[in-house]
């Protein structure tokens, strides 16, 4: 059974804070890692769909890295806003072609 | 991306009742995939609704429970048949787009009492 894991389960912090969380997925016939953002009552977002290993991607204030020999991929938000509160989803996709999701980290910012 | 409008978004439902869920994508799609989200679990992926042919389940799911329907390549609905309080998560639609990202619907938030 492949196996996702996301750490922390959730994150309070302060504006203006700088973060990360972490995704664990497995390192064999590794096909592609997602990450989304999901607020609440709305579809989840797409940021990152990384493939190599080594990747480093960025979308403004949001960064991530990928290693898939270790099968680990980081998530950073520098400099967190209140609107930056959400749950933060990884998704890994092997060679079947299935995303197999992790159960996210939840985001909280307070002004 | 695609846009997919998902309804309903959130409904209450007593046990025992049916509930069908409607995706349409604004763009034709050859898969669309049907996800489910029990509170505090992952995303689970459902089924695949290729058009033309009957649904692929994932182990744990099955067509009597589950079943979907695809007319067409921009329209699917997943039906959850005979409900109990277990069923309670939120369901999603989901389609492939681009270079492998996966375009989602807002989502129907189910609570079955």
């Known amino acids: 059974i492949l196996n996702v894991e996301q750490s922390p389960q959730s994150l309070h912090v302060q504006e203006g804070d700088s973060t990360n969380f972490t995704c664990s997925f497995p390192s064999s016939n590794f096909y592609a890692l997602h990450w989304y953002r999901w607020e609440t009552a709305k579809s989840p977002e797409a940021l990152f769909v990384m493939t190599l290993n080594g990747d480093e991607k960025k979308k403004g204030r949001i960064s991530a890295t990928l290693n898939t020999k270790e099968g680990y991929s980081y998530l950073y938000i520098k400099g967190s806003q209140p609107e930056d509160s959400a749950t933060y989803l990884c998704a890994f996709r092997g060679s079947q072609g299935n995303l197999i999701f992790g159960k996210g980290t939840k985001l909280s910012v307070k002004p | 991306s695609a846009v997919i409008s998902q309804k309903p978004s959130r409904d209450i439902c007593q046990r025992g009742t049916s509930l069908t869920i409607q995706c349409q994508v604004d763009?034709?799609?050859?898969?669309m995939f049907w996800y489910r989200q029990q509170p505090g679990q992952s995303l689970t992926l459902i089924a695949t609704?290729?058009?033309?042919?009957?649904?692929t389940y994932e182990s744990g799911f099955v067509i009597d429970k589950f079943p979907i329907s695809r007319p067409n390549l921009t329209f699917s609905t997943l039906t959850v048949s005979n409900m109990s309080p277990e069923d309670s998560s939120i369901y999603l639609c989901?389609?492939?787009w681009g270079e492998g990202g996966y375009t989602f619907g807002s989502g129907t938030r189910l609570t079955v009492v």
């Open positions: 989901s389609v492939v």
């Open positions: 763009s034709q799609v050859t898969m």
């Open positions: 609704a290729n058009q033309g042919s009957e649904a």
